[in-house]
Structure formats: structure tokens, C-alpha cells
């Protein structure tokens, strides 16, 4: 059984900074590009960030120099460091894992990033 468990979201003030975690189990862990998602009260799911491969990373430019996407082979957890937070960051934030050589996909439950003004 897949599961990604988020973590580490909450309420925060602008400019504050928060580090959420998705720790996976189920899967081959480094088979997978990890990747971060986020979802605003009446917007769609949008990409915040994600590994395209072993070493590229791409961004949504709205969280590029703010935002850093890591992981951690050895834990089966991705990481995402979130700093110099904005009110428009606020959002619930799902972690994905995606299958590197085939259509497997899978979503976290999501934790929610309130950012106050």
C-alpha cells in the first residue's frame, strides 16, 4: 500500500518561513520524481516544485529564490524549505510521486500553509 504522508504546515506571518516533509512508503522511493503541489481556495492544483531527474529541479517562478525542494533517499522523504513566506502562499500543499518509467502517480493528502499579513 502507497502512502505519502505530509507534514509540517501550519500558521505562519509573512516573511516567516516553514519546512514541510512527505514521508513515503509503499514504493521504491528513488524510482520516483518527487514533487511538490499546492492548491488556493478556488484555484487549481499548481506545481510549486518537483525533480524532473536525479539532479534537475524545476520551480514555479512565483517561489523561485524563496523556495527549496529536497530529499533524502536514505528516509524516503522529500523536503520542501519555505522561506520569506508570502500571504499569497497560502494554499494546501500535496506532495506526488511520480514514476520515472511508467504512469504510476500518487498523491499525499495535503497539509495546509496559512500565511498571515
Known amino acids: 500500500q502507497v502512502q505519502l504522508v505530509e507534514s509540517g504546515g501550519g500558521l505562519v506571518q509573512s516573511g516567516g518561513s516553514l519546512r514541510l516533509s512527505c514521508a513515503a512508503s509503499?514504493?521504491?522511493?528513488?524510482?520516483?520524481?518527487m514533487g511538490w503541489y499546492r492548491q488556493a481556495p478556488g484555484k487549481e492544483r499548481e506545481l510549486v516544485a518537483r525533480f524532473t531527474s536525479v539532479f534537475n529541479l524545476v520551480y514555479a517562478d512565483s517561489v523561485k529564490g524563496r523556495f527549496t525542494i529536497s530529499r533524502d533517499n536514505a528516509k524516503n522523504t522529500v523536503y520542501l524549505q519555505m522561506n520569506s513566506l508570502k500571504p499569497e502562499d497560502t494554499a494546501v500543499y500535496y506532495c506526488?510521486?511520480?514514476?520515472?518509467?511508467?504512469?504510476?502517480?500518487?498523491w499525499g493528502q495535503g497539509t495546509q500553509v496559512t500565511v498571515s499579513s
Open positions: 509503499g514504493i521504491i522511493f528513488s524510482n520516483y520524481r
Open positions: 506526488n510521486a511520480d514514476h520515472r518509467y511508467s504512469s504510476r502517480d500518487y
